[in-house]
């Protein structure tokens, strides 16, 4: 069975003492993140609209999306240290609140 876990900003401490609590020792742990695409999609939205249809390299939403991933992967490589068990990660776009 596997124990999973929906990582945020605000709550992944007692997210992670609760999931330490429930999970067994053989139970799989996977920990959920999911990072609010909206933002990426606006400034990419925007940018085609109304900045520079012709220059995508400068689209601001490519850049937003890195950011995102980045800050979810090291959201999640704290949570990761803070379980001291081996855990299965998964980091996706999406509405994640």
Same mark, same amino acid.
């Given at each position: 069975?596997?124990?999973? $876990?929906?990582?945020?900003? %605000?709550?992944?401490?007692? &997210?992670?003492?609760?999931?330490?609590? &429930?999970? *067994?020792?053989? #139970?799989?742990? $996977? /920990?959920?993140? $999911?990072?609010?695409?909206?933002?990426? =999609?606006?400034?990419?939205?925007?940018?085609? *609209?109304? @900045?520079?249809? *012709?220059?995508?390299?400068?689209?601001?939403?490519?850049?937003? =999306? /890195?950011?995102? #991933?980045?800050?979810? &992967?090291? @959201? @999640?490589?704290?949570?990761?240290? /803070?379980?001291?068990?081996?855990?299965?990660?998964?980091?996706?776009? %999406?509405? %994640?609140?």
């Amino acid at each position: 069975m596997s124990v999973v $876990v929906w990582i945020t900003e %605000g709550t992944w401490p007692a &997210r992670v003492d609760a999931t330490l609590t &429930r999970a *067994g020792a053989g #139970e799989e742990i $996977v /920990q959920l993140y $999911v990072y609010d695409d909206t933002l990426a =999609e606006t400034a990419h939205g925007a940018f085609a *609209g109304l @900045l520079g249809r *012709g220059h995508p390299e400068r689209d601001p939403g490519h850049h937003i =999306e /890195q950011l995102s #991933e980045s800050a979810g &992967r090291d @959201l @999640l490589d704290s949570t990761a240290r /803070q379980l001291g068990r081996p855990a299965r990660t998964l980091l996706t776009p %999406g509405r %994640g609140r």
